[in-house]
């Protein structure tokens, strides 16, 4: 699927993550010395940022929203005629988070709610469906998009494939009509053949153990986990992503009649450093454009790219014509080209 938007922009993003900082040494009884070493080498990460146990993604929701509404002059919430919630880690089942939103962020009744259930290509998901509705509105109405995940509530710390991965945080987006030209493209893919490369299996309605959802189970390999827990199979995931992502962006490339040379930076997924090393060489473009900083905040899923945006908010709001890239659970991957120079963006809040 290809889709092409002329005037809409993204307004303005701010991030947020939680305050506590998780260091590798944290999982040093995990992990030899020798292991972290090699993990630190070659996934990148070296600290990730978890929420405390009474906190949800909706609540780091609102603080992103907080820093939009305290940053923008003059910036009138009643103008937002949509608010999107898109997240893996939802407060409840049901009801759905976006609709509780609506109500903590103060925002009109007169409003769509809608929450999107996506992860690591979710962010491109996100953005195209706020650029599709935001064509549809009046001038100068908006639509406010949430990223917000806390994955840390849904890993085992003593799972080794999935537990160091993983880090918490929000952002808060603005789109809307703009009078400038500013072509933006996506393209989206899908392979739900292989859904379960990334799942949580247990604690919904296909195998009905919801009212077990946090019973321990110790597996063959003596892991001990709840039923709720994120499982990946690492070898398919890191075969679909060196196969599938920089080719997905090659085709967005020529199929918009995009100037490569002109492509100030590459944001991808924060997966995997030696994947996005890979995914870079694939694609034979400068390694200096590939902005990365898996090191400090880990994979936040579908937070990542917008995290991104905010951890490098002065060299984008410079040289912003950017070519996103994300792709991960479902299996879904997709890419946007657009001019970040436009957005309003607004450092990285630390709670």
Partial sequence: MHQHFENIKLEAIGSVVPSNAVSNDFFSELLSAKELSFFEKTVGIKNRYWADKNVTASDLGVEAFKVLENNLNDFDKNCIDVIIFLSQTPDYLIPFTSNILQNRLGLRKEILCLDINAGCAGFIQGLSTAYSIAST??????????????????????????????????SAL???????????????????????????????????????????????????????????????????????????????????????EGI????????????????????????????????????TSGVSIPLLITSNAEKLSLNGKSLMAGYGSGLNWGNCYTDLSLTKIFETKYL
Avoid: W
């Avoid at 509105?137 to 917000?148: H, T």
């Avoid at 840390?152 to 710390?157: A, R």
């Avoid at 949580?200 to 597996?219: F, H, K």
């Fill in 137 to 170: 509105l009046q001038e100068g109405k908006k639509v406010l998009l949430i990223i917000a995940e806390t994955l840390s509530k849904i890993i085992s710390v003593k799972d080794r494939t999935t537990s160091m991965l993983f880090g918490d945080g929000a």
């Fill in 264 to 299: 100030d930076n590459y944001l991808f997924h924060q997966s995997n450093l030696f994947i996005i090393k890979q995914i870079t060489n694939l694609l034979g473009v400068d390694k200096s454009k590939v902005l990365t900083n898996i090191e400090e905040f880990g994979n």
């Fill in 174 to 260: 603005l789109i809307s009509k703009t009078e400038i030209s500013n072509p933006t493209d996506f393209n989206f893919f899908s392979d739900g053949e292989n859904f379960d490369s990334i799942i949580i299996p247990d604690g919904g309605y296909r195998s009905m153990t919801c009212a077990e959802s946090l019973e321990e189970y110790t597996t063959s390999e003596g892991i001990t986990k709840t039923k709720v827990n994120l499982e990946m199979n690492g070898k398919k995931v890191f075969d679909f992503t060196l196969r599938e992502v920089a080719p997905s962006i090659t085709q967005l490339i020529d199929s918009s009649a995009i100037d490569k």
